[in-house]
């Protein structure tokens, strides 16, 4: 054997080992991933002032009650479609939505306006785990996590009022 050939050979059984311990490893871990499209059941999204939490969509009943522009109540009943379902999954995995803490609390009760606050609680439900993450819009954690909450919500309105659309 040359030596350019054993330094080949060398090289491809270092990173063929690493490839094949790779692929095995991250398989069986997004496989076991607690947070699996597959296993998706239900997604919920409750939000309002902290006195009036009347704007609420549940994904297992399609239940959709919130206020409108005229401060009318509206009830439908609302299915999302896989596509909507796909989107609000890969949405939440984007914005790191398992990674956040249970709860981004502001109880500042000294602010005066400390009850007309936007309040969110959101909820995914999956067979083997649930992430329910409450969330105030005056936040004062990191600048990161705060941006991300407010990303996600706005992606969860759009999908559904564009489902709204749709319907």
């Known amino acids: 054997m040359t030596d350019k050939s ?14 094949i311990y790779s692929i095995i490893y991250y ?6 991933a607690p947070y699996n499209l597959k296993e998706f059941k239900s997604f919920t999204i ?12 549940n994904s297992a009943t ?14 439908k009943h ?19 939505f398992w990674d956040f803490p249970s709860n981004e609390l502001n109880n500042d009760s000294t602010n005066p306006n400390y009850k007309k606050v936007p309040r969110y609680i959101i909820q995914f439900n999956y067979k083997r785990k649930s ?3 409450q969330f105030d819009a005056n936040y004062n954690g990191p600048a ?4 991300a ?14 489902a709204e659309e749709r319907q």
């Not at 054993?6 to 490839?19: E, W």
């Not at 398989?27 to 076991?32: E, F, P, T």
């Open 6 to 19: 054993k330094k080949t050979f060398l090289l491809t059984t270092i990173v063929g080992s690493f490839l």
């Open 27 to 32: 398989a069986q871990v997004l496989k076991d």
């Open 46 to 57: 409750k939000y309002g002032t902290k006195d009036s939490m009347v704007n609420y969509y």
């Open 62 to 75: 399609g239940e959709y009650t919130y206020l409108n522009k005229n401060d009318s109540l509206i009830k």
């Open 78 to 96: 609302l299915v999302l479609s896989k596509s909507d379902i796909d989107s609000l999954h890969k949405e939440a995995r984007i914005f790191g």
């Open 131 to 133: 992430k329910l993450v």
């Open 144 to 147: 990161k996590l705060v941006d």
């Open 149 to 162: 909450n407010r990303g996600l919500i706005t992606k969860i309105r759009d999908i559904l009022s564009g």
